[in-house]
């Protein structure tokens, strides 16, 4: 399903930013909602509506790296390698911030999140409205990323006038994140850009995570959580619990890659996809319509332990820690 958005409508979402508006919008990796980054009474209606805490900061999207000095006071050469690689596409670069940047948008932190987006329709908006947008993932705060415009509505219902429709998210979850802030690059939150990818970009290693490195509220342990409780594990003990928590008359909701599905009343299965990108390009809707089933228990196939899996087995493991982050 990809929505057919006019130049109308990018023109009214534009005037709507412009006029301290929310603008919820489609991105590749999941929709954003957005505001005004120069405007910090918008800023605020993000985190009224999110319902989330005031010191996590936001990512602020521009349609191009020129823009980035508007934003960033130092990019070191690493940093320009990886803008110059994956921009625009599913990356987030933090750098110290230029003194302009609201307080609103960077949680009052020394440093900025900027990410280019590919998507035709943000770069569209982008564009159309001229400066950055803040715009974190379109969920409240703690729950799923939304990767269409209905889940969007979902999470907001008529409290959001303006929810742009581009479609299904292509990567499914949120972007990469890389600090740049400081003499050497560390990951902060893994994506569908892979270490790999960014080392080989920037010609360095990524250094290890230290005290020092920037906080990121999607690091939390809870996180990314559907309502129901999550567990992880190995396929065959999907199985035997599905069978024991039947029996103890549970109701009992099943994502797995492999096709082990058991004999079981009432189960509620979703066959998840072999290879790792299509996985993530599902893995929202998938956790989402097996909540809404509204079992005892979700139970979630442990995908291999391979590079290619880290940032969908990092965003598992946060379901599985319960509800609470950003
Ligand atoms: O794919 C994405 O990144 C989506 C789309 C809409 O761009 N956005 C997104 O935003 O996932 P959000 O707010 O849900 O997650 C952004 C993460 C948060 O964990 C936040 O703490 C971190 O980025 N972050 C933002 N500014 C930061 C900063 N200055 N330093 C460190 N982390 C930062
Ligand atoms: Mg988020």
Redesign the pocket.
Known sequence: MNAAVTSTDITRAAALLKAGELVA?P????????ADASNTDAVRKVFAAKG?PAD??????IADVAQLEGWAREVPVFAKRLAQNFWPG?L?L??K?NPQVPDA???G?????I?V?AHPV?QQLLRSFGGGIA?????RFGRV?ATTAAHVREEFGEALCCVIDGGAAD?G???T?V?C?RAAPVL??P?SITPQQLENAMNMPLAAPDAH????????EKHYAPRTPVMLMEGDLIVELAHSLARQGKRVAVLARTALQPLVEGLVWQAAPQDAAAYAHELYASLRALDQAGCDAMLVEQPPDEPEWLAVRDRLMRAAAGAG??
């Open positions: 919008f991105t590749e990796t999941v929709y954003g909602l957005g989330r996590h900061p936001l990512i602020v999207h599913a987030t933090v750098f911030r948008v960077t949680g932190q020394d440093t900025v999140a990410r987006p943000a715009a974190p993932s379109a969920n990323s990567v979850i949120e972007s994140i600090d802030s902060l939150r994506g490195a920037p906080r990121v509220s999607g690091s939390l982050g950003n």
